[in-house]
């Protein structure tokens, strides 16, 4: 595709509820990130992937956070048992590689009530 | 650990006004360093990459420098218009193990650009 797209725009869970936020990169880029960012702040790093390899998973607050890109392009990223403080707006990023920048997604907001 | 400080954390200016956003960072070993805009509830869009070697990228009325030796990257606005208001962020790319290049951000600047 034209950009990097995120579904869904916006989630209200309930505290305890299981979400899954999607993320399609543009076709062809190799790497994909996730970002967290609070309200007011910078974004947060979670987790990268290279193809369907997720080689650094150091930014994820907690176990209840998962992501996965099983075929080397779209990937999910999984929230179980969501708590307030998770509420954030969740970003993905793709890239072609290291020396050309990122592209991102108009990101998900996620809100737990 | 990697530290990003973004100066001001707010802006205002009357429209027309040549502006400058500041950013900073603790450790010199960077692999790029990005400038983005955002707009309210909105992703992030590029505005320019400086790659480590580079010491200025300029895009229309945009221009960053960057000197990796002192830690710092400016982002020069040339007579602002309204449409220029949103968070400016600046972010630094790691090398890391793996080259990952993940992305530390510094917290933004709001600019308001007034009529």
């Known amino acids: 595709g034209a950009g990097v797209s995120q579904s869904p725009r916006y989630k209200v869970a309930k505290r305890g509820q299981d979400v899954a936020l999607r993320c399609d990169p543009i076709?062809?880029?190799?790497?994909l990130f996730w970002y967290q960012q609070a309200l007011g702040q910078g974004p947060e790093f979670l987790t990268y992937?290279?193809?369907?390899?997720?080689?650094?998973k150091s930014g994820l607050p907690s176990d209840r956070f998962f992501a996965e890109r099983p075929e080397g392009s779209v990937s999910t990223l999984k929230i179980q048992r969501t708590q307030q403080e998770d509420s954030a707006v969740y970003l993905c990023?793709?890239?072609?590689?290291?020396?050309?920048?990122?592209?991102f997604g108009s990101g998900t907001r996620l809100t737990v009530v | 650990k990697q530290e990003v400080t973004q100066i001001p954390a707010a802006l205002s200016v009357p429209e027309g006004e040549n502006l400058v956003l500041n950013c900073s960072f603790t450790d010199s070993a960077i692999y790029n360093l990005q400038w983005f805009r955002q707009d309210p509830g909105k992703g992030l869009t590029s505005l320019l990459l400086?790659?480590?070697?580079?010491r200025e990228q300029t895009s229309g009325r945009l221009n960053a420098s960057l000197d990796k030796s002192s830690g710092r990257s400016t982002l020069y606005i040339a007579a602002s218009q309204p449409g220029d208001s949103a968070t400016y962020l600046c972010a630094v790319a790691l090398p890391g193990s793996g080259n990952t290049g993940k992305l530390i951000f510094g917290q933004g600047t709001t600019l308001q650009v007034k009529p």
């Open positions: 992937f290279q193809n369907e390899a997720q080689l650094d």
């Open positions: 076709s062809g880029h190799v790497s």
């Open positions: 990023a793709s890239s072609l590689g290291l020396a050309d920048g990122y592209t």
């Open positions: 400086i790659q480590s070697s580079q």
